[in-house]
């Protein structure tokens, strides 16, 4: 069965930290990871990771694969309270479209 | 359009009721998806849409009912829900069956559902 497990579960930090969240999986037919945020409802899409090593950035947050160690990461630094959330890994497997997410991170930022 | 749009946004019915929800997208996207999530759960993917045709079916009851009428449109109707269904459901759609890198699956704000 696929697995995707995140770390920590939940994570309360000051603002202006940098924090590191974890993802490993293992998944049959591997094709993707991808991150997201989620506040509220709608989770938002972050990043697409497809081949392992190639760091992906977009203003604060980043994110890397590792495709032989079956793990990624996503780091935002300086964080802010608007980046308070649960944030979910997910991964894609080839063939079926089937996104199998983690139990997600929340993340608290304390002002 | 970059948006998934559900309806209602929330919804209240009773064990007996029949009920739809409804998931519209005007991207041109032609795979769309279900998705169940409890309360400080992940989401659960429950159908999968490929050009209209019904792709996967994760083993989900018959009381859950999908339909995809045309490929911007999407509709759930249920029929004889018991309370543990109550959730939010999310839909999601990408091009074609693999998501773009730089879009992901783009997933509408959700259906809160309450059985009672």
């Known amino acids: 069965e696929d697995k995707v497990v995140q770390s920590p579960l939940s994570l309360v930090v000051h603002e202006g930290d940098t924090v590191t969240l974890n993802c490993s999986y293992e998944?049959?037919?591997?094709?993707?990871l991808l991150w997201y945020k989620q506040e509220k409802k709608a989770p938002t899409f972050l990043f697409m990771l497809?081949?392992?090593?190639i760091e992906k950035k977009s203003g604060r947050l980043s994110s890397i694969l590792d495709k032989k160690e079956l793990f990624s990461i996503l780091n935002i630094t300086a964080t802010q309270t608007g980046d308070s959330a649960v944030y979910l890994c997910?991964?894609?497997?080839?063939?079926?479209?089937?996104?199998?997410f983690g139990t997600g991170t929340r993340l608290t930022i304390i002002p | 359009d970059t948006e998934v749009t559900q309806t209602p946004k929330h919804l209240v019915m009773g064990m007996t009721n029949k009920k739809s929800l409804k998931c519209e997208q005007h991207m041109g996207h032609r795979a769309m998806y279900w998705y169940k999530q409890k309360a400080k759960k992940p989401p659960e993917l429950m159908f999968v849409y490929s050009y209209e045709k019904l792709s996967i079916n994760e083993s989900v009851p018959s009381r859950f009912s999908p339909e995809c009428p045309n490929s911007s449109l999407l509709n759930l109707h249920l029929h004889a829900l018991q309370p543990e269904d109550s959730a939010l459901y999310l839909c999601?759609?990408?091009?074609?069956?693999?998501?773009?890198?730089?879009?992901?699956?783009?997933f509408g704000s959700g259906t809160r559902l309450t059985v009672v």
């Open positions: 998944v049959t037919n591997f094709r993707s």
């Open positions: 497809t081949s392992s090593g």
């Open positions: 997910a991964a894609l497997n080839f063939g079926n479209e089937k996104l199998t």
């Open positions: 999601a759609s990408s091009q074609g069956g693999t998501p773009s890198p730089n879009y992901g699956y783009t």
